[in-house]
């Protein structure tokens, strides 16, 4: 094994630094660089801090702090200037080690570990991904119970389990991976409808700012504004994009208009849950063909907004997968309890069980699709095993 450095600290400017030397020769590059304060020569024992200099030559980079992790991993904390960072990490390049990016050290570090499977250390790298405080946990039940669990009953029980189980569990998995999949990494909704019916008035008062422009002039909104929030176990980015329900049936203008729209359908694909906003106080308009077709397979809550004024919209004459209403003023903030609790309903994660045993990357992922059409016990043992200790994918 080679050694490697990364930086482990996010990117830009911060108070401090942390770069991680990892690997057989940590110990004599970092010997090759530090300079100790003081007089005494620094023993690198595990446990300790010591104070110095970064050195290049008679060049001084930094004064920093190395922790000893352990005999052959060392975090040196220097200065949060990215120049400096880099001067760091390319003195280190030059001394033999191999510059890495903080995940992939961390999962050769894990990788070392040899009492740990693959599943634990690609929950440990997910981790901070996570969304939500439900969505690490969710993570970290994978490790010993969730996921290993179950690759590890199979395993074990190998001989008297059947085929069919085994296909109709890995089944389960994926369908249930895609809630859990919410939970941890956020959901994507998108805000379409008519002009004028208020979405962007909704998606400043989902994010509790002013962050899209609101008039009374149609086509207010010219590009797409994102913004965050959350209710309970759901973090949501909202998307608030231009021509969305106004006029996607039309034929676009010029090449910016164009260009607007794809970027406006394709924000539509992605979308998790599209809330489709309706003026209640008007009488029904004619939806947009186009922008219904596209939704028409998708999860959608129709929102009707607007309910300070008398209604006018008459529900009965939507299409069906319209039916799923929620009444809110977006103006006066209310309803909107009520609109993230289907929004909850929706995306099923109301009472997800965070112990069970999920997917959450696409090796799992592809590795459990290809067990679930699974045709003989030893192809099941392989991918299984797999599952459990094959390569990572980083
Ligand atoms: N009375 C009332 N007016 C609203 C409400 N929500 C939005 N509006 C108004 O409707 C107009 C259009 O709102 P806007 O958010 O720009 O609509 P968009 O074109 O769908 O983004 C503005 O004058 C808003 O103040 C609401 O709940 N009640
Ligand atoms: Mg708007």
């Not at 895609?178 to 994507?188: E, H, Q």
């Amino acid at each position: 094994m080679s050694t490697f450095a990364a930086v482990m600290t996010g990117q830009g400017t911060g108070a401090i630094s942390t770069i991680q030397v990892f690997g057989k020769k940590a110990k004599t590059i970092i010997k090759e660089v530090f300079k100790p304060a003081g007089t005494k020569p620094a023993t690198f024992k595990a446990g300790e801090i010591l104070l110095g200099q970064i050195v290049d030559g008679t060049k001084i980079i930094d004064q920093v702090t190395i922790g000893c992790e352990t005999a052959r991993s060392f975090a040196i904390n220097c200065h949060g200037n990215p120049l400096i960072v880099v001067d760091i990490m390319q003195l280190l390049g030059r001394h033999g080690a191999t510059l890495l990016t903080a995940e992939q050290l961390l999962s050769k570090i894990l990788s070392a570990q040899k009492q740990i499977n693959t599943i634990a250390i690609e929950a440990k790298l997910a981790q901070p991904k996570a969304k939500t405080i439900e969505g690490t946990k969710i993570i970290a039940n994978q490790i010993d119970a969730g996921l290993s669990k179950k690759a590890t009953e199979w395993i074990e029980n190998i001989k008297t389990i059947s085929l069919n189980e085994i296909r109709s569990g890995a089944e389960r998995i994926l369908e249930t991976s895609k809630t859990a999949k919410l939970i941890i990494y956020g959901c994507k909704a998108v805000i379409a409808g008519p002009p004028n019916s208020g979405k962007s008035t909704l998606l400043n008062c989902l994010c509790g700012r002013q962050k899209a422009i609101v008039t009374d002039i149609e086509g207010t909104t010219r590009d797409w504004v994102t913004g965050q929030c959350q209710t309970d176990s759901l973090s949501i980015e909202l998307t608030d994009t231009a021509g969305l329900g106004e006029k996607l049936s039309t034929t676009p203008k010029d090449i910016v208009e164009k260009k607007s729209r794809e970027k406006s359908i394709q924000i539509l694909e992605e979308a998790d849950i599209i809330l489709l906003v309706l003026d209640n106080g008007q009488p029904a308009g004619q939806l947009d063909e186009k922008l219904l077709e596209k939704i028409a397979g998708k999860k959608v809550l129709t929102v009707l907004n607007k309910s300070d004024l008398p209604a006018r919209l008459d529900c009965g004459k939507l299409p069906r997968f319209l039916s799923d209403t929620v009444l809110i003023s977006a103006k006066l903030g209310t309803g909107i309890e009520n609109l993230f609790e289907k929004i909850r309903q929706i995306c099923s994660v109301v009472g997800f069980d965070l112990r069970t045993a999920v997917c959450i990357t696409s090796r799992q992922e592809n590795l459990l699709k290809r067990l679930s059409s699974v045709k003989s016990k030893e192809q099941a043992t392989s991918i299984i095993t797999e599952l459990l200790n094959g390569q990572l994918h980083v």
